[in-house]
């Protein structure tokens, strides 16, 4: 049967647990936009000052970071978090002002706690021991050098898994706990990303990096450099079957080139591609002129420039009058 | 030995440890600076020129792009202009040149003008009025360079200012490793 002062002991114990629970799971409810914004910028550091966070900062970095999670909390597509997140992936972490629950800084919070659970758990067997010592009267029972030696893992374990998981609770409590955090951090698996990971598997991998391009396309169906891209490569690959598949990719690779350009008219890439695909596979040299010219006015990148210099000389001399 | 004398040894090889990191480590300048961005895709930045000329970084894909954050009254910015122009020179040779634009941080549109006007470099300058390319970028002080492979990949961050040669020094190291 519990003692009187162990049911104390173990009420404060279930409180203080009941409390931690509660805290970590609660929600605050909605706030206004500006609270969003002063929420967020007192949790980021300035990154050129010692000591201030950016919501009272007047330094330029920390002004155009607050214009930028006002930007975002106007936006109203990121969480808080997200926000924080965004910030301190561009920044490092460095400019969070309450540390990670997680990775690394995680060891700010658990490691108090774990111990402050070993000293209590040392002085307590402290105590004991000088209680037993001092009662004289009572007949101390001996316990052989194994019973010790369990007792004494049991007791490690017990000590180490408590401080952990109250360190962990503190952590979860207390820390900033941000979306899409691996153990060194990270940057989402955006459009961004995926057109990044396309570009870098074709040419020579083509079946991936088309793969990717239709990936984005699914959820984008108008992004231009996914349709562009992988229009180009479908062509190219194309060009080693026989003269049906060749004829088929070409007029999906047109239609596709033709609807980035819809899209937007800007791209030089899509025109450049359009005027190549015309001529060396639909031998169209007039169309493939007029694409190629609308292309090089628009200042294509060094890749698909290097594409077309020689193509627009060869045009040039086959539309000689 | 001696509990204690274990416990006292832990500790004092504990306490060398952590002054040797802090002897060992040094300041965060010069070429080839960490950030979380090293390695990903470089953010989506659209804004315009100061001659009010479109821009838009994932059009860029297919050059190698080096983004100067500048400002015209930084000391530093000043300073590493004669290596930009050197570098961009030394560029113009290359098959795969690469694109230098100048992001401008805090900074007005005229005072960007005189002072290229009066030092030269008629590459493009990007307008960051709000100061979100900084903020995409992380740069909280100018001048800071950044490489963008024509992956789009982000591939290195140079703090402070540029010294001369140092940027021809780590393109032809970025091409060796893209061309491998």
Same mark, same amino acid.
């Given at each position: 049967m519990?003692?009187?002062?162990r049911?104390?002991w173990v009420?404060?114990?279930?409180v203080?647990?009941?409390?931690?629970?509660?805290? $970590?799971v609660r929600d605050t409810g909605?706030?206004?936009?500006?609270?969003r914004? %002063?929420?967020?910028?007192k949790r980021?550091?300035?990154?050129?000052?010692?000591g201030?966070?950016?919501?009272?900062s007047?330094a330029?970095?920390?002004?155009?970071?607050r214009?930028e999670?006002?930007r975002q909390v106007?936006?109203?597509?990121?969480?808080? %978090?997200?926000?924080?997140?965004?910030?301190?992936?561009?920044?490092?972490g460095e400019?969070?002002?309450?540390p990670?629950?997680?990775?690394?800084?995680?060891?700010?919070?658990?490691?108090?706690?774990v111990?402050?659970?070993?000293?209590?758990?040392?002085?307590?067997?402290?105590?004991?021991?000088?209680?037993?010592?001092?009662?004289t009267?009572?007949?101390?029972q001996?316990?052989?050098?194994?019973q010790?030696?369990?007792?004494l893992?049991?007791?490690?374990?017990?000590?180490v898994v408590v401080?952990?998981a109250?360190?962990?609770?503190?952590?979860?409590q207390?820390?900033?706990?941000?979306?899409l955090?691996?153990?060194?951090?990270g940057?989402?698996?955006s459009?961004?990303s995926?057109?990044a990971?396309?570009r870098l598997?074709g040419?020579?991998?083509v079946?991936?990096a088309?793969?990717?391009?239709?990936?984005?396309?699914?959820?984008d169906p108008?992004?231009? #450099?996914?349709?562009t891209?992988?229009a180009?490569?479908?062509?190219?690959?194309?060009?080693q079957?026989?003269?049906?598949l060749?004829?088929?990719?070409f007029a999906?690779?047109?239609t596709a080139?033709g609807?980035?350009?819809?899209?937007?008219?800007e791209?030089?890439?899509?025109?450049?591609?359009?005027?190549?695909?015309?001529?060396?596979?639909?031998? %169209?040299?007039?169309?493939a002129k007029?694409?190629?010219?609308r292309?090089?006015?628009?200042d294509?990148p060094?890749?698909?420039?290097?594409l077309?210099?020689?193509?627009?000389t060869e045009?040039? $001399? #086959?539309?000689k009058p | 030995?001696?509990s204690?004398?274990?416990?006292?040894l832990?500790?004092?090889?504990v306490?060398?440890?952590?002054?040797?990191v802090?002897l060992?480590s040094?300041g965060?300048?010069g070429?080839a600076?960490?950030?979380?961005?090293l390695?990903q895709?470089?953010?989506?930045?659209?804004?315009?020129t100061?001659?009010?000329?479109?821009f838009?970084?994932?059009?860029r894909?297919?050059s190698?792009?080096?983004?100067?954050?500048f400002?015209s009254t930084?000391?530093p910015c000043?300073?590493?202009?004669?290596s930009?122009?050197?570098f961009? #020179?030394?560029e $113009?040779?290359?098959?795969?040149?690469? #694109?230098?634009?100048?992001v401008?941080?805090?900074?007005a549109?005229?005072?960007?003008?005189?002072f290229?006007a009066?030092?030269?470099?008629d590459?493009?300058?990007?307008r960051?009025? %709000?100061?979100?390319? $900084?903020?995409a970028?992380g740069v909280?002080k100018v001048?800071?360079?950044w490489?963008?492979?024509?992956?789009?990949f982000?591939r290195l961050r140079?703090?402070?200012?540029?010294?001369?040669?140092?940027?021809e020094?780590?393109?032809?190291?970025?091409?060796?490793?893209?061309?491998?």
């Open positions: 519990l003692t009187r002062r049911l104390v009420a404060i114990i279930v203080t647990a009941g409390l931690l629970a509660f805290g $970590a909605p706030l206004t936009q500006q609270d914004i %002063d929420t967020i910028t980021i550091a300035c990154p050129t000052c010692d201030e966070s950016i919501y009272v007047r330029s970095a920390s002004q155009s970071i214009a999670v006002a106007g936006d109203g597509v990121r969480t808080d %978090d997200e926000v924080v997140a965004y910030i301190a992936d561009r920044f490092g400019v969070l002002l309450l990670r629950a997680t990775g690394v800084d995680a060891l700010i919070w658990v490691l108090p706690v111990l402050t659970v070993v000293l209590v758990v040392a002085l307590w067997l402290a105590f004991r021991r000088w209680r037993l010592a001092s009662a009267t009572t007949p101390v001996v316990a052989s050098p194994s010790r030696r369990r007792s893992a049991i007791g490690v374990v017990l000590t401080g952990v109250g360190g962990a609770l503190v952590a979860r207390a820390g900033q706990r941000l979306p955090e691996t153990f060194t951090g940057i989402e698996d459009t961004a995926i057109l990971q396309a598997a040419p020579s991998d079946k991936t088309i793969d990717l391009y239709s990936r984005v396309l699914e959820t108008d992004n231009v #450099e996914a349709l891209y992988r180009w490569l479908v062509m190219l690959s194309a060009r079957f026989d003269e049906a060749r004829a088929q990719a999906s690779t047109v080139l609807r980035a350009i819809q899209i937007d008219p791209y030089p890439d899509a025109m450049c591609f359009l005027g190549i695909v015309v001529y060396r596979d639909g031998g %169209d040299a007039a169309s007029e694409f190629v010219d292309c090089i006015e628009r294509p060094v890749q698909v420039r290097g077309i210099d020689a193509l627009a045009l040039d $001399a #086959e539309l | 030995m001696k204690a004398k274990i416990g006292t832990s500790v004092a090889v306490v060398a440890a952590f002054i040797a802090l060992v040094d965060e300048t070429v600076v960490r950030s979380p961005l390695g895709p470089a953010p989506a930045i659209q804004t315009t100061i001659d009010d000329a479109p838009d970084l994932t059009r894909k297919g190698w792009v080096v983004f100067n954050f400002n930084c000391v000043i300073a590493e202009h004669p930009l122009m050197r961009v #020179e030394n $113009a040779g290359q098959p795969d040149s690469v #694109e230098l634009y100048t401008i941080n805090d900074d549109d005229d005072a960007v003008r005189n290229f009066t030092n030269d470099g590459w493009p300058k990007l960051d009025n %709000d100061g979100a390319i $900084a903020v970028f909280a001048p800071e360079t490489i963008i492979d024509p992956n789009g982000v140079i703090l402070g200012a540029v010294a001369d040669g140092v940027l020094e780590q393109m032809a190291k970025l091409r060796a490793t893209e061309g491998s």
